[in-house]
């Protein structure tokens, strides 16, 4: 596969990472690991975990899946959620104080088995800890050898500007695809303007743009999709216009939704990297096989058109996880 570099890094990673979060029931250990290797061995180096997945469990098996590929990936992990260093009891509220960092972070390298994180994000904006004091913890822990890569989740053009000017922010990880195109706006011209990479979580639409889900899916109460305002039954009705337009494009490319929906992402920047998850290889294998698809320029202006006319029904996600979002 293909690798690219996120913005002016110098940090170079398969033009399609895997984004670990599950979704459900507690994940399969021993299916996930090999899920996970299985993707290295397709040519995948990007992985993408964090520390409030679980909390902890989802460090702890990317890890052990990953250790037998150590120096051939890049894994990308997250602070900023005020979790016990000793008992993982997640509080529910953001923490990105000095400490907290460092206790993260120490947990971190224990869970993942490396002496470095490649790729170490705030997984959200703490309003009470100034950006400054949250890039200068990671600008030292960047020469104490603990941290490789500064990077931001769902930061705002500001906050990337202030964190920016004390520390180099490598990427910022925020959710972009057909139906959340906000990053446009304001965010990504900064990024273009700062040399800053793009990770795309949920750039199928956390699993709707991909045709699987309708009206009559029936959530398990553990998977997060089901307080999703966006995913409620009414709004998946309505949000169906969206599966049946890819689907006919899909099909005139001889492709799937999925793969066009990534191949489109894909040609939007040179630094955009998206990062689909999933817990089964055959969807696995149809993501990957969009990093072949190629959309031309009337393609792309087609679809970037329709995309923008369609307005998704409901917000993608609940009031106070928006109100955490810089965007």
């Not at 949250?134 to 053009?157: M, P, T």
């Not at 800053?196 to 999709?225: M, Q, Y």
């Not at 329709?306 to 009031?319: F, G, H, I, N, V």
Request: charged share 25%.
């Amino acid at each position: 596969m293909q690798k690219r570099q996120l913005g002016c890094s110098g940090l170079f990673v398969s033009a399609i990472g895997f984004g670990c979060m599950g979704y459900g029931e507690a994940p399969d250990k021993a299916n996930l690991i090999a899920l996970i290797r299985a993707a290295v061995e397709r040519g995948v180096t990007f992985f993408d975990t964090a520390e409030a997945y679980g909390p902890w469990t989802n460090e702890e098996i990317v890890g052990e899946a990953l250790a037998p590929f150590r120096g051939e990936v890049v894994i990308a992990t997250k602070f900023g959620w005020d979790i016990d260093p000793t008992t993982g009891i997640h509080s529910g509220a953001v923490n990105s104080k000095p400490a907290q960092i460092r206790a993260a972070v120490e947990g971190m390298l224990r869970r993942l088995k490396v002496e470095r994180i490649d790729l170490l994000y705030q997984h959200r904006v703490d309003p009470d800890v100034p950006m400054e004091d949250v890039a200068g913890v990671v600008k030292d822990l960047i020469a104490e050898g603990k941290a490789q890569h500064f990077g931001l989740s769902e930061a705002g053009a500001a906050s990337i500007r202030r964190a920016h000017a004390v520390q180099s922010v490598a990427a910022l990880q925020s959710e972009y695809s057909l139906w959340t195109r906000e990053p446009e706006d304001d965010v990504m011209p900064v990024l273009e303007e700062l040399g800053i990479g793009f990770v795309l979580f949920s750039p199928l639409g956390k699993g709707f743009l991909a045709g699987k889900i309708d009206e009559t899916t029936a959530f398990h109460p553990n998977d997060f999709r089901a307080k999703i305002p966006r995913f409620s039954q009414e709004a998946r009705m309505a949000n169906q216009v969206f599966v049946d337009w890819l689907g006919a494009l899909a099909a005139h490319k001889k492709a799937t939704r999925a793969q066009v929906a990534l191949a489109w992402i894909l040609a939007k920047k040179p630094w955009i990297v998206p990062i689909p998850g999933t817990r089964k290889l055959e969807r696995l294998e149809e993501n990957l096989g969009a990093a072949t698809l190629t959309l031309s320029t009337e393609d792309m202006r087609e679809i970037d058109a329709r995309s923008t006319e369609l307005k998704p029904a409901q917000a993608r996600y609940p009031d106070a996880f928006m109100r955490l979002s810089g965007l």
